[in-house]
């Protein structure tokens, strides 16, 4: 069983920064891929960025990569989502995942066995 605290959402203007923190419980953390998703009003899901257990291969949807950086830290349990360049499209609910299988795989939601209760991201034009 993991469970999974997001923390850092907020409101800020375009152009700015955000790095949202997820702290994961657990012994085997180190075991688990983790990925960040998000929703905004009337949306679907949207996969976001996943790293692998090892922290050593990531993958980014298009709509973020260049501006989004995932990393997580084994020892303090904890995964991040560092957002520069923000934009009024990002704001959404954004949620940390776990998925037992470590490596990188797939985009679907579907794979995550783990969620987070979701934090707020609001960017102003």
């Known amino acids: 069983q993991v469970q999974l605290v997001e923390s850092g959402g907020g409101l800020v203007q375009a152009g700015d920064s955000l790095r949202l923190s997820c702290a994961a419980s657990g012994r085997t953390f180190s075991t688990y891929a983790m990925g960040w998703f998000r929703q905004a009003p009337g949306k679907e899901r949207e996969f976001l960025s996943r790293i692998t257990g090892s922290g050593g291969n990531t993958n980014y949807a298009d709509s973020v990569k260049g501006r989004f950086t995932i990393s997580r830290d084994n020892v303090k349990n904890m995964v991040y989502l560092q957002m520069n360049s923000l934009k009024p499209e990002d704001t959404a609910v954004y949620y940390c995942?776990?998925?037992?299988?470590?490596?990188?795989?797939?985009?679907?939601?579907?794979?995550?066995?783990?969620w987070g209760q979701g934090t707020q991201v609001t960017v102003s034009s």
């Open positions: 995942t776990a998925d037992r299988y470590g490596g990188i795989r797939g985009t679907s939601s579907a794979v995550y066995e783990y």
